[in-house]
């Protein structure tokens, strides 16, 4: 059974940084594409980030150079370190994998002072 875990969300200030992690089970981690997506409050999904098998990464206009996407193939984990926060990115944050259409359950992440 495949399993993502979320974790590292929380409520953080304008201009701070937090670090989400996402732990796989159930694939062969290091074969598959990882992303991150997010909903917004109202209720908009938007691909923040993604990392192909041979660490190619791409990002959405709105976070590139804030955000940065990577992978642990030995852990089986994969790492969406966010910088210069801004309300906007407020947005429950959801893990992916690829083939398969996998999904996390997601984790919080609010920005406000």
């Known amino acids: 059974q495949v399993q993502l875990v979320e974790s590292g969300g929380g409520l953080v200030q304008p201009g701070g940084s937090l670090r989400l992690s996402c732990a796989a089970s159930?694939?062969?981690?290091?074969?598959?594409?990882m992303g991150w997506y997010r909903r917004t409050p109202g209720n908009q999904r938007e691909r923040v980030a993604l990392i192909s098998s041979t660490e190619t990464t791409n990002y959405a206009d709105s976070v590139k150079d804030r955000f940065t996407i990577s992978r642990d193939n030995a852990k089986n984990t994969v790492y969406l370190q966010m910088n210069s926060l801004k309300p906007g990115d407020t947005a429950v944050y959801y893990c992916y994998a690829a083939p398969g259409d996998h999904w996390g359950q997601g984790t919080q992440v609010t920005v406000s002072s």
């Open positions: 159930g694939i062969a981690f290091r074969m598959y594409a």
